[in-house]
């Protein structure tokens, strides 16, 4: 839970949406009628006829996940088709219907404001490349805090906790670029995957490598702890592309929040 020192410009937390009228839940319309007189979203669970930049935050982070639909706010019949292909892929109750759950197993953080809990958006860019793909998860532990902006600030990786501090790992072959402090990181080491990919391990207890070795995926690279900008015990774990960062979940093997 570690605010960095860089602030993405292109990220912002999305508007609440003024509520519109009636904020009841919205009638199951047929997907032709679906847009001219689609809601406003004002309440999870986003569904079918609702329409907004909430529902275009989900529909972003489903392309990121290979589904071939438009981004359009439009929560329509190709909407509902890719929820229930990636619900089916979750083990959960293919509904087409997005609750907080599937969001947060999306990697969507969902937020509650004035009584209406929302997503906000996590992307910052736009689709992972389809290479960009961790071997294993970089430690154990709970996934405490997700990618992306909260209150106005970006997180730029997410922060997986464990009480035991246990030994934190390549989560991809590569070579060692950096090993030692950097302020907010406290001890980090970052390991360069070739063609521009990058990951982070921040407030390591101890680093177990030095700069430019080589690594293979599982090597341990140090010991989970809580240096630098930290309140507790977790490891901060990033994944860059060209410097990028994007939501580690979107490349990390499926397993949950947590493992
Ligand atoms: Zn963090």
Redesign the pocket.
């Known amino acids: 839970?570690?605010p960095?020192p860089s602030v993405s410009p292109v990220a912002q937390a999305s508007p609440v949406p003024a509520p519109e009228g009636d904020a009841g839940p919205a009638p199951a319309l047929a997907p032709t009628a679906a847009k001219p007189t689609a809601r406003k979203v004002t309440s999870l669970p986003l569904k079918v006829g609702m329409r907004g930049p909430l529902v275009r935050d989900m529909q972003r982070e489903l392309r990121r996940r290979g589904r071939a639909i438009a981004v359009d706010g439009q929560y329509g019949s190709g909407t509902v088709r890719a929820v229930r292909a990636l619900q089916k892929r979750f083990r959960m109750p293919a509904t087409g219907t997005a609750d907080a759950r599937f969001l947060r197993r999306l990697g969507l953080q969902s937020l509650s404001v004035a009584g209406v809990s929302i997503p906000v958006q996590v992307t910052v860019s736009d689709v992972l490349p389809s290479w960009v793909r961790m071997d294993i998860w970089p430690t154990s532990g709970q996934v405490t805090?997700p990618f992306g902006v909260r209150w106005g600030r970006m997180?730029?990786?997410?922060?997986i906790a464990s009480n035991a501090g246990p030994p934190v790992v390549a989560a991809l072959a590569g070579t060692v670029s950096f090993a030692g402090w950097e302020s907010g990181y406290g001890n980090l080491v970052k390991i360069n995957h070739g063609n521009g990919l990058e990951t982070r391990y921040?407030?390591l207890a101890s680093i177990a490598v030095a700069k430019g070795q080589p690594v293979a995926t599982g090597t341990q690279v140090g010991v989970m702890g809580s240096t630098g900008h930290s309140t507790g015990t977790?490891l901060?774990?990033e994944v860059r592309v060209g410097g990028t960062p994007f939501n580690p979940l979107g490349a990390l093997p499926a397993r949950g929040l947590s493992r």
Do not use: A, W
């Open positions: 839970m570690v960095l805090s997180h730029e990786g997410i922060d921040g407030h977790h901060h774990f």
